[in-house]
Structures are given as structure tokens and as C-alpha cells.
């Protein structure tokens, strides 16, 4: 095995998809079980924003979108999520209201750009459990400024940002490259730029796919 055991995992989310709550869970465990694996394992995390409704608009009834979207079979995939989630240590509630993810994803690049990689890892984790487990809508500004407090950001600078448009061409340029790479839904994960990783994988998948990339350094 080589001795560059250094990864970089690009996570493409969108703040309203269970599974990629579910995937962080998975990932996590990985990044642990990977680390047992090879002591000198080390990961950079890079979250990449996809939005599933770029058209939804904001303050709309979680239950009334998802019974419109999926009919008949929302009942079970509630039930298997919630089983997956429990699995995972995520107590899923399906009521609140849901919004347009956008300004999600710019809090997400807020943090990064105002704090670190923990600041952003901070954000993303608040962000998933107000709306998943809390059921607070992510498109609200009171909630988007106490999920940044969360992260250690000054609320009324994140306030500023979120009310001008910075950054927003930067992350729709971002969407769109990632959508040219053929991602069509998430979660999904890139390794090293080079290997990716569909769907809310179990953990022992995700160590594979890392095994597999350093098979491929060292044969470069």
C-alpha cells in the first residue's frame, strides 16, 4: 500500500435530501474505520451544493410537497428512512415547511470562507438536523443565523452576506460543473477527482472505494 494514504472526498448534498444526512453518518464511520486501517489515513472533506428543486419557492408544507412528488409510496420511504436513520443515530420527523435550498448552500460557503473546514462541517451538521430532526425550515434567516452561530459565525455578518448577493454566481457556476460531470442526484461523493460513490453507501463500501484509489496511486 502506499505510503500517501491522503484523500480528498468532494460530498455533493443538497441540505433537504435525507439520504445524504444519512450518507454523513456513513461517511464518518468510514473516515474511523479507514484510520484502523491505515494509520497514516488522512481525508479533506469538500462540500459540493446541488440543489434537487432549484425552482422550489419558500415557507411551503414538507408533507403536502413530498405526498405530491411520491403519492401512494411516501408512507413506506418515511418508514425506511426512519429505519435507516435510527440505524444511524438520526431521529427523522417529516412535518415543518421546506424552502428553496440556495441560501443553505451559501451559508455552507460562508463558513468556509469565514472560518474552517470544522466551521463548515459545523454548518452542514446544524443545517441537517434543525430541518431533518427539528423540523425548522432552512430557508428561513432566523434559522439559516442560528444555525451560524452554531458553526461559531457572527450572526449579523452572516446576515449581511446572506442579504447581498455574494457568492451566488460562484456556487451556480459550481452546480453547473458538478451537473457536467454527470451527477444527476446525491448524495454522491468524489474521491481524489477520480472515483465516485453513488447513493448513501454503508461504510465498508466507502473504505473500498478509498482502497481502490490508492491501488491507482500507486500504479501512477
Not at 457536467?180 to 473504505?207: C, D, H, M, R
Amino acid at each position: 500500500m502506499s505510503t500517501n494514504c491522503k484523500l480528498t472526498i468532494s460530498v455533493v448534498l443538497d441540505t433537504v435530501c435525507p439520504w445524504c444526512y444519512v450518507g454523513a453518518r456513513r461517511l464518518s464511520k468510514a473516515l474511523v474505520l479507514a484510520k484502523q486501517k491505515w494509520p497514516e489515513f488522512e481525508a479533506t472533506i469538500e462540500y459540493v451544493p446541488f440543489q434537487l428543486d432549484k425552482s422550489m419557492g419558500k415557507g411551503l408544507d414538507k408533507a403536502a410537497v413530498y405526498e405530491k412528488k411520491f403519492g401512494s409510496r411516501m408512507a413506506e420511504m418515511n418508514e425506511r428512512l426512519a429505519e435507516a436513520g435510527k440505524e444511524e443515530g438520526i431521529a427523522f420527523k417529516f412535518g415543518g415547511k421546506m424552502s428553496n435550498t440556495l441560501d443553505s448552500h451559501r451559508l455552507i460557503d460562508y463558513a468556509k470562507l469565514s472560518g474552517t473546514g470544522e466551521t463548515e462541517e459545523r454548518a452542514v451538521k446544524s443545517l441537517f438536523r434543525r430541518y431533518f430532526e427539528q423540523e425548522e425550515d432552512i430557508g428561513d434567516y432566523d434559522v439559516l443565523l442560528n444555525t451560524a452561530e452554531d458553526a461559531g459565525l457572527d450572526r449579523q455578518q452572516t446576515k449581511a452576506y446572506l442579504e447581498s448577493n455574494d457568492g451566488v454566481e460562484a456556487l451556480q457556476e459550481r452546480m453547473r460543473q458538478v451537473k457536467k460531470l454527470g451527477v444527476t442526484g446525491v448524495p454522491f461523493y468524489i474521491i481524489n477527482n477520480q472515483f465516485g460513490v453513488s447513493g448513501a453507501e454503508t461504510p465498508e463500501t466507502f473504505v473500498s472505494a478509498f482502497k481502490r484509489v490508492f491501488e491507482c496511486m500507486e500504479g501512477d
